[in-house]
């Protein structure tokens, strides 16, 4: 085991879910809030090898517990950091860049491809635009209008507001003629305008269910899934823990050369209340991050 001393702790949907009860990891109350954590060991277990006091590391809590000073985490979750990453950079990377560089990996995102990223301007959102144009994909981003400017700046292509009924018109004359290879889906309405969009052999990965409304796939767009060859899968980050080590590398490398950038709020640990009210009411962007 290590002691850890935690120096930033990520807020992330799960937390959400956690809170809801509807997180599987989490059975029942009381328990301490925080998935993620970045910071400076402080006592190793004995038997533990390749960790010294004062080696900086990252890891993910799959039980929770984040959201404290200290943490005491199995050695075997820890990730060693490199030295010139900081604590709140190394978390806004963690677990919501894995999410949308494995995303992007098992969709086989490709140089000319069209991505589409739904609510763009989020954690995992704001990566996936990044991580996609670095592939030399053409991004749609779809948050509220108040983001667009930040979602420009990460370098989207087009971005439009989906809580603007007919949206998808304006965007089908940007995605003409070969629509959307790839759409990155984290609101789960299986009845989204976004399908009109799709083209011939598209991947619509749904990753979350946060869009308050998640409708069943009409009977009408089976024909054209059929005849396009449209594939819908889930994707669940725990169940391609084999790509966490080279995703993980390459994500910290694009983090210290600026390849990727992140928007960074952070809270101090007494005030998490005020932070996730921020975060269910999805008024951030990028990455809530709390510093004790």
């Given amino acids: 085991m290590l002691l850890v001393?935690?120096?930033?702790?990520g807020i992330n949907y799960a937390d959400v879910l956690a809170l809801s009860g509807q997180y599987p990891a989490i059975t029942k109350a009381p328990f301490a809030l925080g998935f993620e954590i970045a910071g400076v060991v402080q006592q190793v277990g004995e038997n533990?090898?390749?960790?010294?006091?004062?080696?900086?590391?990252?890891?993910?809590?799959?039980?929770g517990g984040g959201y404290a000073s200290h943490i005491l985490i199995p050695a075997a979750t820890a990730i060693l950091l490199p030295r010139q990453l900081d604590p709140a950079l190394a978390v806004a990377v963690l677990l919501?860049?894995?999410?949308?560089?494995?995303?992007?990996?098992?969709?086989?995102v490709k140089d000319g491809d069209v991505v589409m990223v739904a609510a763009a301007a989020g954690g995992?959102?704001?990566?996936?635009?990044?991580?996609?144009?670095?592939?030399?994909?053409?991004?749609?981003?779809?948050?509220?209008?108040?983001?667009?400017?930040l979602l420009k700046r990460l370098g989207a292509d087009q971005v439009f507001d989906y809580g603007k009924s007919g949206w998808s018109d304006k965007a089908l004359e940007v995605t003409r003629p070969q629509g959307v290879q790839v759409y990155l889906d984290s609101a789960g309405d299986l009845a989204t305008e976004g399908f009109s969009l799709l083209g011939q052999f598209a991947r619509w990965i749904v990753y979350g269910a946060r869009g308050g409304k998640q409708n069943a796939l009409p009977a009408d767009a089976l024909g054209a899934?059929?005849?396009?060859?449209?594939?819908?899968t889930g994707f669940n980050?725990?169940?391609n823990l084999d790509r966490i080590p080279s995703a993980l590398k390459e994500l910290f490398?694009?983090?210290?050369?600026?390849?990727?950038?992140?928007?960074?709020?952070?809270?101090?640990?007494?005030?998490?209340?005020i932070a996730h009210s921020v975060f269910e009411a999805r008024k951030s962007t990028g990455k809530l991050v709390l510093v004790p």
């Fill in 96 to 108: 919501q860049g894995l999410t949308a560089y494995i995303l992007l990996d098992r969709a086989q």
């Fill in 253 to 273: 490398k694009f983090a210290i050369d600026g390849s990727v950038k992140v928007e960074i709020t952070k809270y101090p640990l007494a005030e998490a209340s």
């Fill in 225 to 232: 899934m059929i005849e396009k060859n449209i594939s819908l």
């Fill in 124 to 149: 995992v959102g704001g990566l996936a635009v990044q991580l996609a144009k670095l592939r030399g994909a053409k991004v749609i981003a779809l948050a509220s209008e108040a983001k667009f400017e």
């Fill in 237 to 239: 980050l725990g169940g």
């Fill in 48 to 63: 533990v090898e390749g960790f010294k006091v004062g080696d900086p590391v990252a890891a993910l809590t799959l039980t």
């Fill in 5 to 9: 001393e935690v120096q930033a702790a």
